[in-house]
Structure formats: structure tokens, C-alpha cells
């Protein structure tokens, strides 16, 4: 059997509960000004199949696609060649749950910066760890 076939990463998934009401949390994952309050600078607009681009700082203009938008409670997309980006959210009587998936990951795929996915995934894992931490504060304030 070939390796190559077989080399999927596990999907990075951060699932936490924020004090915060559901429509606050769309907007802060779901808007342009939203998402650049706790990620990065982007122009996004929540609208299928809209083509946006995050501003990754050193990293440059990622390039990504709206491939699925279901308000308030999940929204895909496309960031860069490999990955997905997809935020679920739960109305928990007046709480929201929200799950951060980043699926995409291949142990043979090299990022556009020449970096082994294995290596990145692990950094991107603990950059969301911080990251979904930033955005609690934001829709908790």
C-alpha cells in the first residue's frame, strides 16, 4: 500500500464554552471587523463562495474561500491550498460552545513556505489553544 495515501494528520479541534450569546460569537467569527479583533487583518465577508485573503503578517496574503455558511451556527473555509478552517457554535441558553476545527493536515504535504505540515501542525495547535483564548476575551468583554 502506498504511504502516501495513508498520511493524514489528525484535525486540530478547540472546543471551549465562552459567557457570551450566540449572535455575539457569529459576529466575532463571521464579520471582517470580527475577525480581525482576535485573528488576523482579513476581507472576508460571510457570503459563500466569496473569495477573501487573511493578512498573515510575515507569512503574507493567505488566500482563502467561503465554502460553507450555515449563521449562527457554522461557517467553512478554505485558507491556503491545503487547509480548512470551520467554526461551529452551540447556543447554550445564553452561553455559546464553540469548536474551532483546522483540518487539512497531511504528514507528506509541505506548507507554500517549504514546512513539513507535521511541523506546523503542532505550532498552529498551540497557536489556537492562544487564539480561542483572545477570541473568549473579546465576546466575553
Known amino acids: 500500500m502506498d504511504n502516501k495515501t495513508n498520511a493524514a494528520l489528525p484535525e486540530i479541534r478547540h472546543t471551549l464554552i465562552f459567557n457570551a450569546p450566540i449572535q455575539k460569537v457569529w459576529k466575532a ?3 471582517s471587523e470580527g475577525l480581525a479583533a482576535w485573528f488576523m487583518p482579513n ?3 460571510p457570503v459563500l463562495g466569496h473569495e477573501f485573503h487573511l493578512n498573515a503578517g510575515p507569512y ?3 488566500p482563502c474561500k467561503v465554502t460553507e455558511i450555515d449563521p449562527p451556527n457554522r461557517l467553512s473555509f478554505n485558507w491556503g491550498k491545503d487547509w480548512t478552517l470551520t ?4 447556543d447554550l441558553d445564553g452561553k455559546t460552545e464553540f469548536t474551532l476545527i483546522h483540518s487539512g493536515w497531511d504528514a507528506n504535504t509541505v506548507t507554500e513556505f517549504g514546512e513539513s505540515h507535521t511541523i ?4 498552529m495547535d498551540q497557536g489556537w489553544a492562544g487564539l ?3 477570541l ?3 465576546v466575553e468583554a
Open 29 to 31: 467569527v463571521a464579520t
Open 43 to 45: 476581507d472576508f465577508q
Open 60 to 62: 503574507g496574503m493567505s
Open 87 to 90: 467554526f461551529e457554535l452551540k
Open 120 to 123: 506546523v501542525r503542532d505550532r
Open 132 to 134: 480561542t483564548k483572545s
Open 136 to 138: 473568549g476575551a473579546y
